[in-house]
């Protein structure tokens, strides 16, 4: 991996080698832990590489939380347990409860921190320092913290990863952030104005994450940088994890960049998709998705019921990935309307006349991918800045979770539908997005560090 003292210079697939063909094998393969915590937004991307270097010949280890144990097994990656743990959404009630908390608009990063990572970091620590034992690299995540505090008190190689533009910062591509009154204003005032927004930022999340400089201390280590902005990156090797047609390389980007394109993977059980969602998709006209991820699905409240309301208004057939059957609205599904609780999306979604989802880095890639135009619905996190951005694209439409509901849901899809500059657009987006291969960039640069030998 060549890094270049002009930051304003960062790698992408155009300065790389030709990617190396999967299954090329290596004279000696490497012990490589990837790290992560969320959804599965926040998982996907990681057994995506897992299974690209897997078939080059080294050995992967996913160490997250529990509830994703079996899900990584069943891909034959080995699991490490690195707490803190998730509901299992099957049996544990609260799922809905920490869901809507984590997902609100305006204290969800807040809650997430505080009250989900901070207070077992000691226990993260743990469990990842044991799981680094003998491994040759660590890959780490944005918010699993014990990370950059293990590779730098150990000295084990480290990189880091961004799922998503925002947590680059830019001050040359300002990101959309949840709940922050007048933004809009922000680019319009040229980048100090927002360096300035990032450094009240800094101060006020600063007190979300106390624990990690309380640890740091503990580990003889100095305070270091911000772990959310500068010091979430690995100083030799920071993997952008999505494609340029969400945001393009800038110059406040760390030079160290390199950035891949999305890393698919989206496999569930093993199962590809339903024959019953396979015989709906073809007895008929395209239909619209409405799907919430694998996250927000959880506190869905009235999106369902609204979603076929407003597809009935818009005179489309409809399939809803409910992720749960207490999503199932009561009352019988009406005519050309069907409900799943999961569908690949990279199987599902190119069949759709649009899709409607929440904004999740994820889902936002495969539909990107899919090459249709999509109405997005943000909640919190990162999905407000990724709906800007594909709204920017000409892909689609945005509309808040306030303002959702059948009425307004109904007639932003109508402008979607009408309008060939949607689809248009859509369709050239999807066909840079498909020739993209992130898991086999990301490889290649994982391997270029660890300076492997190919036979």
């Known amino acids: 991996m060549q890094t270049h003292p002009d930051s304003s210079h960062v790698a992408t697939v155009s300065d790389l080698e030709a990617p190396t063909p ?26 995506a590489i897992a299974l690209e270097l897997q078939a080059r010949g080294h050995h992967l280890v ?17 699991f490490a347990p690195v707490r803190p743990d998730l509901p299992d959404p099957t049996k544990d009630e609260g799922m809905a409860e ?19 990572m901070m207070p077992p970091l000691r226990d993260s620590y743990a469990d990842l320092k044991r799981a680094v034992q003998e491994a040759d690299l660590l890959v780490t995540h944005v918010i699993t913290f014990a990370g950059p505090i293990i590779a730098q008190e150990t000295g084990i190689k480290w990189i880091s990863t961004v799922l998503s533009p925002v947590s680059f910062w830019s001050a040359h591509d300002p990101s959309v952030l949840p709940n922050v ?31 990690v400089y309380q640890l740091r201390r503990e580990r003889g280590l100095p305070l270091g940088q911000h772990p959310l902005f500068e010091g979430q990156h690995a100083p030799d090797l920071v993997l952008a994890l999505f494609s340029s047609v969400l945001a393009q390389p800038q110059p406040d980007w760390p030079p160290q960049t390199c950035q891949t394109g999305f890393c698919f993977y989206d496999r569930r ?33 009235n999106f369902f019921r609204d979603s076929i309301a407003a597809a009935q208004r818009v005179k489309q ?74 709204t920017r694209l000409g892909v689609g439409r945005t509309i808040t979770r306030e303002s959702y509901n059948a009425t307004t ?11 060939p500059a949607y689809a248009k657009k859509a369709a050239e987006v999807g066909r840079i997005v498909q020739a993209e291969n992130g898991a086999q960039i990301a490889a290649d640069a994982i391997e270029r560090y660890l300076g492997v030998v190919k036979n």
């Open 62 to 78: 996913i160490a997250t939380s529990r509830v994703y144990q079996q899900k990584i097994e069943d891909a034959g990656i080995e």
């Open 317 to 390: 057939r409809a399939i809803l990935l409910i992720g749960d059957q207490r999503n199932l609205p009561s009352e019988a599904l009406p005519e050309g309307i069907v409900a799943f609780d999961y569908a690949p999306y990279s199987e599902l979604l190119p069949h759709a006349a649009a899709t409607v989802h929440q904004g999740g880095v994820g889902t936002t890639g495969q539909a990107l991918r899919s090459g249709k135009p999509m109405l997005v619905m943000p909640f919190s996190h990162d999905q407000p800045d990724n709906a800007a951005r594909s």
């Open 181 to 211: 009154p007048g933004q809009e204003f922000l680019p319009k005032l040229g980048p100090a104005a927002y360096r300035g927004f990032t450094r009240m930022a800094q101060w006020k999340s600063k007190q979300w994450i106390k624990e």
């Open 22 to 47: 999967a299954g090329t094998k290596l004279s000696t393969g490497k012990r490589i832990v990837l790290t992560t915590f969320g959804s599965f937004g926040d998982l996907h991307p990681y057994m």
């Open 98 to 116: 920490m869901t809507a908390k984590v997902m609100d608009g305006k204290n969800g990063s807040e809650y997430l921190f505080t009250h989900i």
């Open 409 to 419: 849901a109904a007639a932003e899809l109508s402008k979607i539908l009408n309008d």
């Open 269 to 301: 059980d093993g199962n590809a998709m339903s024959p019953e969602l396979r015989q709906f998709l073809e007895s008929g006209v395209p239909p619209i998705v409405f799907t919430l991820g694998s996250a927000a699905v959880f506190d869905a409240r």
